[in-house]
């Protein structure tokens, strides 16, 4: 247990709709950043916030955008949904430094039919 | 900008028997190393890490693994498998210029026979 909580589970979604994935994290860590891992791939990073702020986006479209609020809990939204969004979601908080381990959540698992 | 090679896909071995499971990376100046183990339809459970200092680092459940700077490699290892061992492991790197956003490999799929 990491003490970092996602959900939901499993989602099913249709293609062109909007999706928001949520994100507890650990307590204490102020640093969440959100992986997309595509079935039989590693994690990708799709970005990073910081005290609420954007710290770091990877190489995703627009369409995938986020939110961190003041009790640094997180939201990955995704609009326009593509078959190539399914994918396991994962979110991982840390205490900010480079150094600091980071804590994955258990993943939110989305199916875009 | 800084990448990780798995170059074994899957890897089967015999329970009690040893294992290494390849990393390479590429960075320009000091790599961040770790391990991950994730078991089916779970998240990440990071087995240890390497940032400075002795080049041979102990992790969780007995998996150990050294840093090769002249062959860019962070291999891991394991004297002795146990069935409970099967899982997909990741090697991970994050660098002083990319913030702490991890660049994972593809991973490796460990299966261990009875």
């Known amino acids: 247990e990491t003490g970092v909580t996602q959900s939901p589970t499993h989602l099913i979604k249709t293609r062109g709709q909007q999706v928001t994935l949520r994100c507890s994290s650990q307590s204490g860590h102020n640093t969440v950043s959100w992986y997309q891992q595509a079935l039989g791939q590693g994690p990708q990073f799709i970005f990073q916030y910081y005290r609420e702020e954007e710290n770091g986006r990877g190489n995703f479209p627009p369409r995938f955008s986020g939110l961190q609020f003041p009790n640094y809990s997180s939201e990955l939204n995704v609009n326009a949904l593509e078959l190539d969004d399914s994918a396991l979601y994962l979110c991982?908080?840390?205490?900010?430094?480079?150094?600091?381990?980071?804590?994955f959540g258990p993943g939110t698992r989305l199916t875009v039919l | 900008a800084q990448s990780v090679t798995q170059p074994d896909i899957h890897i089967t071995v015999s329970e009690g028997a040893s294992l290494e499971l390849r990393c390479n990376y590429s960075y320009g100046a000091t790599p961040y190393l770790f391990w991950y183990v994730q078991s089916p339809g779970q998240g990440l459970q990071l087995l240890l890490k390497?940032?400075?200092?002795?080049?041979l680092v102990q992790g969780i459940k007995g998996f150990e693994a050294e840093f090769k700077r002249s062959q860019s490699s962070f291999n891991l290892r394991k004297p002795s498998v146990h069935w409970s061992d099967a899982a997909e492991y990741f090697c991970?790197?994050?660098?002083?210029?990319?913030?702490?956003?991890?660049?994972f490999g593809e991973g490796t799929q460990l299966t261990v026979n009875p």
């Open positions: 991970a790197v994050v660098g002083e210029t990319s913030g702490s956003r991890l660049t």
């Open positions: 991982a908080s840390t205490k900010g430094q480079l150094t600091d381990t980071q804590y």
């Open positions: 390497y940032f400075s200092g002795d080049t």
